[in-house]
């Protein structure tokens, strides 16, 4: 078997971590080129890795030894980068958000749907971390009963000063609408973004820590804390309560000290750290899915119900007040 | 220093384990008297401690030789029987609810306020919990900030089929209300009750569990599940979140086993387990303020608060939307 | 039922601390005398907790209204003070050491079994510990199946300068022998004491930490850590090995914070915080033991055959070698 | 960069493991041959993961397409397929034991030190996992201090009826070792391995549990519980005590789950499930040094003095006294 030839779009942090991760760490795959618009930065990449550099990502998609591509490009990118990858017929493992605001990620779905197969995987990376797939495993087999809410906690250590107000809900709470969605096995219809009075070591006018309630179609309910300047350290933890008790990941675990005064252990730094893991085998994954020209993980839909989701939070943020989140229907769109 | 006399009200559950408490395991307390209109179960535990049985009351309250009552009679008795101990001048300690509505509440705050001196404890035993009570001491001394939030959880194993969706809030609910007061340091002037899809395992038209927030007059916040046929056993958990880091109690400890397979501890089977040592602690502090002609714990003004955001909590839980809780102006009441 | 009425020899930290214990916390006792060769500082406490003051203690145990003494006196004084308990066939809770030596001890478990009934109770208190009652009691159950050994680890955030290698076995490690012969449920045969390099933060020639092994009678074993300079904090735990699974106690409770980069909790300071409660219990039920003549816990023959060990345990660290316990043939002395 | 070309010696349990991960699951490797004298079970394997099959080990080690050898084949066989990769100058990754006995284990190190670089690496794959690579890191940076001892504990489910009790001291104790002598950072030059009374689920004469002793050079200590049917779960712990605290790995993580009146999770089945991500970057990291011409992990050195203090081990357990490890001269033997 050759391996699968890549090429990643977008070269700040996180497409750094994809081509030293496609390059050093996956099997089966190869990483043959590099884009970005800031030239510079992707040459010293480039250099590093001894891969191609393209200045122009759309010229790296179209690529015949480009078979398939990583999005790490802003998120404003994403929407035309997306329609060139259908249009040439490349998987495509993109980066959250999928696009911008709910309609254009709307056309990107309805853009797949006439390609006739899924080409677009989004990197909601905590689906592959192995806890989470564990309690979705436990959750899934009903072992303890039916699950009604979640208990959710997403806390980063600090934010840049430039972090907004919405930014806490598009860039961070996306991530409990995704794990919602997909725990809870339905969509979300309504969401309330509440806001305490705020933390005293975060900039004027910025809400945070902020309190999030999901509805969903089937009844179930998730309650989300979203802190990204609890000080300690990065923190992601889920309770899942069912009829017959309840299951959490994101205790911690590690070292286990007796030392100055103190027992436990080390709060991760940041989410790199805590799913490095799920990042490895997200990418393992998707590599035979686009071997195979395919996906193994959260599809374009998925993306753009999140987006959906976020937009109605920032309203609700806004008014105080619970928001419908208006999607389309699936059956329509999909067929 | 000779022991107090107490006197007990009621000897159902609550009842005779203050009894047993009091005869057998405070210091500087001596118990003479246990009342109850159904005499042949009064009489029954009178014997089995050697002390007097009365019918009324009433004239337990009143006697000479009985110098501080403890009330665990049912609610509904518990207005005409706190104001016959204040007209004695009696300390009392009084389970909760001080009594059915608000406004008799709030006429039991007036009358003992009348009397010049706190008469009148309310039986929230968990600020006694030697883990609520470090709890508090961390967030009082500032070391992790401000208090921003709660994230409250309250089970158990499971509840009678008379246990209704109103109880869910009046009866057990309401120790988080005292909690969420006393550890924010402020009233609930807003609380929300959602219903999720109720478990399956419930009476029909019952709504189990609940998920409510508290907003207080601070901005300060609580979220609170209570699930009281959770199935697994009794959990009372509480995480306080600060500006600098979090703080939980009930996760449980006493013998951790590794065995069939699984590593971890078993849960208490019901809240007398659990609080054991906080009703200890409780009852001995409240008798060695009583001798002294006081109290030495939550108020009456805090009985008449819980009962006040119970009542809005259940029109919030009817209507599906936040209620008001219409306090009355406490320096108003107490000058 | 009148009260127990205690007199209480020897008033240093331990002898205050029961002295307190008895005179606020104990129901059913009244503490009468407390007498110290160090009159004034006998007096002092007597003052504070307004008692009467005795200097010699000997005239303390035989005073009229003492109907039951609790010794806090230094080890070197038992032999004498216990005879004359004996003597008075008064109870007597004794503070370990029994006596200062395997003879004397023995001496001491004959002149009670010439009485005719226990009178004399060893302040063994971690049995009375809730988290090591349990254990035992999961142990007894069979439910793990027979216990095959035991790990535990002993450890002080330090000790004084002038705490010598022996004394970690005589004071520290004789803790371990006591609860090693309960959990286990025979005796201990032989000792081995090891002395790996010591810290570098003890004193010159001071061999700490130490590492015990014990053999017992029926086959069983345990090994102990015993570090009295750990820096931490104080720490006991014992994890018990049997055919069908092992049980834990010790592991830490309390506040669980999220703070300064780490996940935990704090450890206690010393052993009166991590006893206190078992500290209260035993003293509650051996008032109530004493009350009707008798005892409620750890007997002389637990007391002389746990110096036994710790004499032979002396001999080991000196030695270097497997250490064989000579213990009196318990049929023979007690009939 | 071409694949490093790798063949596998062994398609048993361990063998069919390695031949899956190299095959799917490592960057940088091929798998190109297996082979195994039981030649229809090495066809099977060939067949599913689509590579050539060949029926005598040396002749797979000396093939031309065969860059590098994984060693999982049985113990007895290593001693001459080692030197057959030594003739070939083939990098080796050897499962445990490195040979039979200590003089075999010692004439490798010999042959390859006349070979003049390291080709030999022992599969001590516990090195290479997260917990225990973080706690050697935790102990080497000297934040706790100097390390003075360890408390280890190691548990199998269950063993199979054959496993003898020199098998218990060879195959998992040996682990122990490894990690004793890695983190300790000297040699072991006394053993004593002690056996209670053993459980009644083991088979006749087997002693199980095993209580050993290690004394190092250096004048550190560690004590080793081994119990190879211990009912429960794979458990694998390792407590390191420093003169500033101690460090415990192995405590369990993952899902938590309250359920069946019981909070805590799952104890992994077995090592396979434990130490899955240990092999995967053993495999990874050794593939990179080993397309270097080198080894990254346990010497051959380390085999052999992990295979001589097995042999001491034994005659302990035999003799019920320590016996000293007679480790032959490393500045000699090495130069």
Redesign the interface.
């Known amino acids: 078997m050759t391996d699968l030839r890549v090429g990643i779009v977008g070269v700040g942090v996180m497409g750094a971590d994809h081509a030293e991760r496609v390059a050093?760490?996956?099997?089966?795959?190869r990483l043959v080129a590099v884009a970005d618009p800031d030239f510079a930065r992707a040459e010293a990449l480039g250099k590093s890795l001894d891969v191609r550099v393209v200045e122009d990502p759309l010229d790296l998609i179209a690529a015949d030894d480009v078979d398939a591509v990583i999005l790490a490009s802003p998120g404003f990118a994403h929407a035309e980068q997306l329609l060139v990858c259908l249009e040439h017929r490349k998987p495509v493992l993109c980066e959250k958000p999928l696009t911008m605001d709910a309609a254009s990620s709307l056309q990107v779905v309805e853009a797949e749907h006439k390609v006739g197969r899924p080409l677009i995987q989004v990197g909601f990376m905590r689906r592959f971390d192995?806890?989470y797939a564990?309690?979705k495993e436990?959750l899934d087999s009903g072992?303890?009963?039916?699950t009604?809410?979640l208990?959710n906690?997403h806390r980063n250590k600090s934010a840049p000063v430039t972090f907004r107000s919405e930014m806490i809900v598009r860039d961070s709470m996306v991530h409990e609408v995704d794990i919602a969605r997909w725990l809870l096995g339905d969509e979300i219809t309504r969401i309330t973004v509440?806001a305490?009075?705020?933390?005293?070591?975060v900039g004027d006018g910025v809400l945070d820590?902020q309190?999030a309630?999901f509805?969903l179609a089937?009844?179930?309910?998730a309650?989300v804390?979203v802190?990204v300047n609890?000080?300690?350290?990065y923190?992601v933890r889920c309770e899942a309560?069912a009829?017959?008790?309840?299951?959490?990941?994101g205790?911690?675990?590690?070292?286990?000290?007796?030392?100055?005064?103190?027992?436990?252990?080390?709060?991760p730094s940041d989410f790199r750290v805590r799913f490095e893991?799920a990042y490895d085998i997200e990418v393992?994954r998707w590599v035979e899915a686009a071997a195979r020209g395919g996906i193994d993980g959260p599809s374009a839909w998925d993306g753009y119900a999140a987006v959906a989701v976020c937009e109605a939070g920032i309203e609700s943020l806004t008014s105080g007040r619970p928001v419908d989140v208006d999607l389309a229907d699936r059956r329509k769109v999909l067929g």
Do not use: Y
Request: hydrophobic letters at 40%; aromatic letters at 6%; glycine letters at 18%.
């Open positions: 050093r760490r996956t099997a089966g795959a192995p806890e564990a309690l436990l072992e303890l009963g039916r009604v809410m208990h906690v509440h305490p009075k705020p933390s005293g070591l820590p309190l309630l509805e089937n009844g179930t309910m309650d804390e802190f609890f000080q300690v350290g923190e309560v009829e017959r008790g309840s299951a959490t990941i205790l911690g675990s590690g070292v286990f000290t007796r030392a100055g005064g103190q027992w436990g252990g080390a709060m893991r393992q």
